[in-house]
């Protein structure tokens, strides 16, 4: 699947999924105050975690419909953000993330083999989404019970 970037073109997430590493895609708008308020969460995982790799989906919120590039732009020279980030709606985002997304914020954690294991919506803290990482089993995924 394929997706606008900020450089307005399309782009494929095969280049950033599935290419033996873990991948956590932030699914949020620049106009959700909750998403906002989790940013600076990001900000530390990703500096914590430099060998997974965080995307962000970016949506018109509260329409839930195809994100604004113009909004996302201004909010970035105020919060940039050193991650790629692509613009979708509900039903773009749906599919990228393998289930019907249900709010936002969303985090979701795809394998290294490029399957979505694992979304959950709202605030996460990353220590969660370490943990999810750091435990996880091929044969036995306790830590996803509950989550599909």
């Known amino acids: 699947m394929s997706l606008v970037n900020l450089a307005n073109e399309e782009e494929?997430?095969?280049?950033?999924?599935g290419k033996g590493n873990w991948?956590?895609?932030n699914t949020w708008s620049p106009t959700c105050s909750a998403c906002v308020a989790e940013l600076p969460q990001i900000r530390k995982f990703i500096e914590r975690n430099p060998d997974i790799f965080m995307l962000g989906i970016t949506l018109?919120?509260?329409s839930f419909g195809y994100g604004k590039m113009d909004i996302l732009q201004e909010f970035l020279k105020t919060e940039p953000l050193d991650y790629p980030l692509f613009l979708a709606d509900i039903e773009q985002a749906s599919e990228v993330i393998g289930r019907w997304l249900v709010g936002?914020?969303?985090m979701t954690i795809f394998h290294p083999d490029g399957r979505p294991l694992v979304t959950w919506p709202g605030v996460v803290e990353i220590d969660e989404i370490e943990k999810y990482i750091t435990n996880?089993?091929?044969e036995n995924d306790p830590l996803s019970d509950g989550f599909d």
């Open 104 to 106: 936002i914020p969303s």
């Open 60 to 62: 018109d919120f509260p």
């Open 23 to 25: 991948v956590v895609i």
């Open 12 to 17: 494929a997430l095969s280049n950033h999924i």
């Open 136 to 138: 996880y089993k091929v």
